[in-house]
């Protein structure tokens, strides 16, 4: 059964995750720094970014490519970075993959805390 599940990965190709930026209208400051954190199974994506004067936003790398997995979920976890030793934990999610096996790429927005104030906007391709 694990031999036809690795095969079955090889077989799905790859997600093309693109960084859009995070949305968060009064939570967002000009100055603000955050780190975000995506694990999907073995594979880590770890990225920072700035929040700039004019609402713009700058990250440290903006693409990343995962391999689907069959049984495991991407993990999520966005701090906001304060000072030198200080980080504050925004929140975090954990998300199913299966919605995003679409032809066409598709801009998904997570929300990252409980009160949906903050989402991360990423864009998909399969």
Not at 54 to 67: A, I, K, P, T
Not at 77 to 87: D, I, R
Request: contains cysteine.
């Amino acid at each position: 059964m694990s031999a036809f599940e690795s095969e079955l990965e090889n077989l799905l190709g790859e997600f093309h995750i693109k960084m859009k930026g995070l949305a968060g209208f009064a939570r967002l400051c000009p100055g603000d720094q955050y780190e975000i954190f995506m694990r999907y199974g073995r594979q880590r994506w770890k990225l920072k970014g700035r929040i700039e004067v004019n609402s713009r936003q700058s990250w440290d790398g903006d693409e990343m490519v995962f391999m689907p997995l069959i049984s495991d979920l991407i993990n999520i976890k966005v701090t906001e970075l304060k000072g030198l030793a200080t980080h504050m934990l925004v929140g975090s999610v954990i998300c199913e993959t299966k919605e995003l096996f679409t032809a066409m790429p598709q801009v998904v927005a997570v929300d990252v805390n409980d009160l949906g104030t903050i989402k991360l906007n990423l864009e998909v391709t399969w």
